[in-house]
């Protein structure tokens, strides 16, 4: 049996990537929904307009992405972070002065390009390359930062309410750099450049479960170019595109959508922090069934959740019953979390770790349209009709389309020539 440290240093890397998420989640996209009621009082911009912004984010990231996850391929994770961590700092403080919209869309895209190196594409292969048979608990613990990073929400709206928007950016940029860059220089590449295998196993001769060894259950690494032909692939990146579409429309307009039916921006923001929060029971719950049962069920699991979730939003105004939002916060939460942690783990069971992140990185490219689209076409509903009826009906059964397309994904199959479909 092969020896085993008492911690394994894939644990520190989940640790390290956890607390980074935490910051770029809370700050940049869950945070931004409590500066977009400042940020339209201030200028008169339209919510479409602001909504657009986050777009430019997300098409930042999407064109990078494919880039980012050959980068980190080869270069690592450390580097790519404490790059990022930079960069993005320097278009919030940028943002922080901004007087003019092309002023504001020129930090949002600088904003992005620090972003990308410092998101799922990174932090996810980051740890994927550390674990295998507990990669989705792994996965989920990590991206749990995302989904704690809903408690920055309520902080960022007292900073605005003390100060101002502005001055609180600067509190926020400053506090993102203390954290996260010395956290970056704890992150790791691979394990074997250290001498342990996933998981913690440190001999090629460990004896792993029902008596196989480790070259005996290796997995197969399939190339980015292989699967990018194979059915499967786009089967699971258009059902997380869809995904996409929906979680960017509520991240970016759960504030502005329950002012607009009365709610108060106090309550409004305490909501905007549960969705964050409440996805950490899917990320968990929905990563630790995905290693025990069928992937895309489990997905399809987590879509079912977010359409129900959906449905309750939307009702919450056509009924004006608030406490339509308790059965949203946990049906919508769980299962956006849950997507979220499955989505990794699905990739590393159809295509190995090898090429792992460009492949996610890909994948994330895909889905980035998926964030153009869907909060820009949140805000042109509200500014067409002044509210935003009917537009949660339609991403839940936009939900329902990604249910579908999950399911009918061709079964993992791998050969000498990997793929098979």
């Known amino acids: 049996m092969g020896v085993k440290h008492r911690i394994f240093y894939g644990w520190w890397v989940v640790t ?54 050959i980068l980190v391929d080869r270069w690592g994770p450390r580097k790519l972070i404490f790059g990022g961590t930079i960069i993005v700092g320097l278009g919030l403080m940028l943002l922080s002065r901004t007087t003019s919209l092309s002023m504001f869309y020129g930090a949002f895209i600088l904003v992005g390009i620090g972003i990308s190196a410092c998101s799922a594409t990174v932090l996810m292969t980051a740890v994927s390359n550390w ?64 001498g342990y295998l996933p998981d913690g196993e440190v001999s090629s001769g460990t004896i792993l ?33 869809c995904q996409m579409m929906m979680v960017s429309a509520v991240i970016t307009h759960v504030m502005p959508y329950l002012s607009s039916i009365g709610i108060a921006r106090a309550t409004s923001s305490l909501v905007a922090s549960a969705v964050a929060l409440l996805s950490i029971s899917g990320r968990l719950g929905f990563g630790w069934l995905g290693d025990k049962h069928d992937k895309r069920r489990v997905t399809a699991g987590a879509f079912i959740a977010m359409t129900l979730g959906l449905l309750c939003f ?68 509200f500014d067409k009709w002044g509210s935003y009826h009917g537009i949660w009906i339609a991403f839940a059964g936009l939900a329902i389309a990604a249910l579908i397309v999950i399911v009918t994904t061709p079964k993992a199959r791998l050969g000498n020539q990997g793929v098979l479909r």
């Open 314 to 381: 939307e009702y919450a105004s056509i009924l004006g019953g608030a406490w339509l939002l308790v059965p949203f916060l946990i049906l919508f939460g769980a299962g956006y979390g849950g997507g979220t942690t499955i989505r990794a783990t699905l990739l590393r069971e159809y295509f190995g770790k090898r090429k792992f992140g460009t492949i996610l990185g890909f994948t994330m490219g895909i889905m980035a349209l998926g964030n153009i689209i869907g909060a820009p076409l949140a805000g042109w509903v």
């Open 16 to 69: 390290a990537c956890f607390f980074i998420a935490l910051c770029m989640g809370g700050i940049i996209f869950c945070g931004f929904t409590a500066f977009f009621e400042p940020m339209a009082n201030e200028f008169g911009w339209s919510y479409a307009q602001i909504s657009l912004a986050s777009s430019l984010r997300g098409l930042e990231m999407g064109f990078l992405a494919p880039l980012l996850g």
């Open 209 to 241: 479960d029902k008596g196989l060894t480790l070259a005996q259950t290796a997995e197969e690494d399939i190339g980015a170019r292989q699967a990018l032909k194979s059915t499967s692939f786009w089967h699971i990146t258009l059902a997380f595109t």
């Open 131 to 194: 674990f295998r048979r507990k990669v989705g608990m792994a996965i989920g613990i990590m991206t749990c930062g995302w989904g704690l990073s809903g408690l920055l929400v309520p902080v960022i709206v007292r900073l605005i309410d003390v100060f101002d928007w502005r001055t609180a950016i600067v509190f926020l940029v400053l506090g993102m750099w203390v954290i996260s860059l010395p956290l970056s220089l704890l992150v790791r590449h691979k394990p074997e450049q250290y």
